[in-house]
T-cell receptor, first 111, second 115 residues
Framework: GNSVTQMEGPVTLSEEAFLTINCTYTATGYPSLFWYVQYPGEGLQLLLK?????DKGSNKGFEATYRKETTSFHLEKGSVQVSDSAVYFCALKGAGNMLTFGGGTRLMVKP | GAGVSQSPSNKVTEKGKDVELRCDPI?????LYWYRQSLGQGLEFLIYFQGNSAPDKSGLPSDRFSAERTGGSVSTLTIQRTQQEDSAVYLC?????????????FGPGTRLLVL
């Protein structure tokens, strides 16, 4: 079956630091890959997505590249802000239409 | 436009009681999903509706859980004889269609606490 593994948190960074949150997946076929973000007290929001190999998704300074050879979709941001503090979920969508999520990574950015 | 809405936002119930959770998807979205977010299990898929097709119920954890979608729009998730392990945030999502590339948009969730 499909599965997503992402680094456990919490990840604590200072403002303007570089961020990487690792995500690897196991899936049959060619899934679409997503990063969702959950800010404190709010619902899940789509951050970015990529639907085929070598695609790069980007939004709000965040980027992730769909790497089929390493089955990875790592999330990166060059300079984090306090407002980026949230829980980040990597997810895939295969032939079954439902999303399979990783366990989530809590990011804490200190001023 | 309006996003996915869910009600109630919070529900406290006693063990053994039945509960109903409601989801209003984004207008025009044909696909609707229910997920559960709990401390021990993370985010889990429960059930998926696409148009008039038979729903995909493969994620429902037991026969105490059921869901329906009336008129291709509003959906209700029902949990019968609730147990403490049912305590979780129940999330509803909708997408324009059911394909692999479609983005799912999530509602704010219903936080269920079973005492």
């Amino acid at each position: 079956g499909n599965s997503v593994t992402q680094m456990e948190g919490p990840v604590t960074l200072s403002e303007e630091a570089f961020l990487t949150i690792n995500c690897t997946y196991t899936a049959t076929g060619y899934p679409s890959l997503f990063w969702y973000v959950q800010y404190p007290g709010e619902g899940l929001q789509l951050l970015l997505k990529a639907t085929k190999a070598d695609d790069k998704g980007s939004n709000k300074g965040f980027e992730a590249t769909y790497r089929k050879e390493t089955t990875s979709f790592h999330l990166e941001k060059g300079s984090v802000q306090v407002s980026d503090s949230a829980v980040y979920f990597c997810a895939l969508k295969g032939a079954g239409n439902m999303l399979t999520f990783g366990g989530g990574t809590r990011l804490m950015v200190k001023p | 436009g309006a996003g996915v809405s869910q009600s109630p936002s919070n529900k406290v119930t006693e063990k053994g009681k039945d509960v109903e959770l409601r989801c209003d998807p984004i207008s025009g979205h044909t696909a609707l999903y229910w997920y559960r977010q709990s401390l021990g299990q993370g985010l889990e898929f429960l059930i998926y509706f696409q148009g008039n097709s038979a729903p995909d119920k493969s994620g429902l954890p037991s026969d105490r859980f059921s869901a329906e979608r009336t008129g291709g729009s509003v959906s209700t998730l029902t949990i019968q004889r609730t147990q403490q392990e049912d305590s979780a945030v129940y999330l509803c999502a909708s997408s324009l269609a059911g394909g692999g590339r479609e983005t799912q948009y999530f509602g704010p969730g219903t936080r269920l606490l079973v005492l």
